[in-house]
Each structure stands twice: as C-alpha cells, then as structure tokens.
C-alpha cells in the first residue's frame, strides 16, 4: 500500500512521533492506522530502555494547588539537557505529570508508574513516559512527588527560577487573607534561599542532637582543657543553638528583617497578631531539579578528538 503525505501526518498528529518514524511505522503495518501507533508504541519501549542506562539530572520541579488550596503537588521530571527541559513538548508533559500526581493515591513512584494514564486511554504513566523519552529524543524520568493536604488553612507555593526550585508550605490558620498570604509566600521563598532541613527543632531527632553534643563536647574539651564543665556545656549549647538556627526554617533569621535578627517563627507571630490570627507553619516541601543526584562532567575537546579518531 502506498503510504501517502497524510497518513503520515495524521499518525504524526496521533502519536507526536516524528516524521520519518511515523513513515517507517506505517510501511512496517502496511499503512493501518491502529497497527502503526501501536508499532510506534513498542519502539518507543524499546528506545526508551536503550537510554534508561543515560544521566537525567537536568528537568524542572512543578506543582499545582486544588482550587481551594487545601491540596497541593509538587513533581520532578528529568531530562538529559537543560535544553529539552525548556522544550514545549516536555513542559507538557510534566504539567500532566503533576494533574496526575495531584489526584493519585500511589504511595511511592513504582506504584505511581504502574497506574493509568490519565491524559491518554491505554497506556499506563511508565508507558506515556516511554512515548515521550521516543519522541523527544533524550532520557527522562519521573523522579519524585509529594502531595501536601491541610484542611484547617491553605497551601503556598513558590517556584524559583522557572522550575529550578520549588516549595510547598502547609500553614494552618483560622484567618486567610491577603496579609497571611504574604506571609506564607515571603516563609516559602525563605525556604527556597536558606535550605533548611527541618520545619522546628521539634523534628530534629533527638539521637541526632545527643551525637552533636558529644562531637562539640570534645572539641571544646580540645580548645579549652582548662575550662569547667559549666562553661564547656555553655559552649556546646551555643554552638547547637547556632546549628538549629541554621538547619530549622523557624529558627532561622528572616531574610528580609530589617534589623537582621527577627526569626521566621517571630515574623510569623507578628503577622498573626497584626491580623488576629492563629498561625502555624506545619510543614514545608522543597525540591530542587537534579539535587542528589551525580551529574556526568562533559570534556568537549576529548569528546571531539575520540570521533575524530
């Protein structure tokens, strides 16, 4: 049968493959429709294994909020460049990513994979990522995702640099407006810039801190050998309490307080009492693209003189 111009658009159009994949599917079904996206559907597997073996750690964080802003995602999907993550195509496909992850009861991302995908009948998520990784040309990955749901206030986001980093804050509150709003943002873009580990020290795991103790301990026996138990335990203190101001978001100085000492926590009780507020920052979520994982150092100029070999 001979395949025609439009048979191969219309396949293109179907499927988002390309045209000269979408020529060769059609040749290989004798020009049936049905036959040919499912070809393209089993080569599309079968690249995408081929380059499962290749580094993803560039890619975008993404996240959507219900419409009330009780429920909230945020997603990270990889890619091999930062090039293809600026990509129309890709940047569609994570926001389906994220639709997805928003309404799922996956607990874990295998289950996640495992399940139906929802922007396109028959396929399962891993299989949808599979078209994709074929179409697009590079490796991809859905890395992770976290959903955060609060019912006794509202979820803030911020994104930072287009994707680069992202973070959910869960702020209980009886009072939602525009003021708490703000405040939950400036808390969020906080979380962003400072890195903290822990929402409050009362996360921070007390084997974890009774270990620092003893590590601060025998360095302040080493700087001060002389010194008293009562003065070696005031050094350790401090030095902890300096550590929890850096690694625990409410602990930490709120960058844009004006006299440079003002906590996240006191700023948060400051909005609280300007608008007659109860307000709790519960949690945070923060995921930044590629953090983790080891990226591959490209060398150009080897690169270049191993093909001219």
Request: charge should be negative; hydrophobic fraction near 40%.
């Amino acid at each position: 049968m001979a395949i025609t111009a439009a048979m191969v658009k219309e396949l293109r159009e179907m499927s988002g493959a390309g045209m000269m994949d979408c020529k060769k599917a059609l040749t290989a079904t004798d020009g049936d429709m049905d036959k040919a996206v499912e070809y393209l559907r089993e080569n599309g597997l079968a690249k995408a294994q081929k380059k499962a073996s290749r580094i993803a750690a560039e890619g975008v964080c993404y996240s959507i909020l219900s419409e009330d802003e009780k429920k909230a995602v945020v997603v990270e999907v990889n890619s091999e460049t930062d090039f293809v993550a600026k990509n129309d195509k890709f940047q569609t496909f994570v926001h389906q990513v994220a639709e997805q992850a928003l309404t799922t009861e996956a607990k874990d991302i295998d289950a996640f994979l495992a399940e139906a995908w929802k922007a396109e009948e028959g396929k399962t998520v891993s299989e949808a990522l599979a078209s994709q990784i074929a179409v697009i040309g590079e490796n991809m990955k859905i890395r992770r995702f976290e959903q955060v749901q609060e019912d006794n206030g509202f979820i803030a986001s911020y994104t930072h640099m287009g994707g680069k980093i992202v973070v959910l804050i869960d702020v209980v509150t009886d009072v939602v407006n525009d003021a708490v709003r703000e405040m939950a943002k400036n808390v969020a873009m906080q979380t962003a810039a400072m890195r903290p580990q822990f929402t409050s020290r009362a996360e921070v795991d007390q084997e974890f801190i009774e270990k620092e103790k003893e590590v601060l301990m025998a360095s302040a026996r080493n700087e001060k050998p002389d010194a008293n138990e009562k003065i070696l335990n005031g050094m350790v203190m401090g030095r902890i309490n300096k550590e929890m101001q850096e690694i625990c978001l409410l602990d930490q100085v709120y960058v844009k307080a004006e006299d440079g000492k003002q906590s996240v926590q006191k700023y948060v009780d400051e909005v609280a009492k300007a608008n007659g507020a109860k307000i709790q920052i519960k949690k945070f979520v923060r995921f930044e693209t590629g953090e983790g994982i080891e990226k591959k150092v490209e060398d150009f100029a080897a690169e270049v003189a191993a093909q001219r070999k």
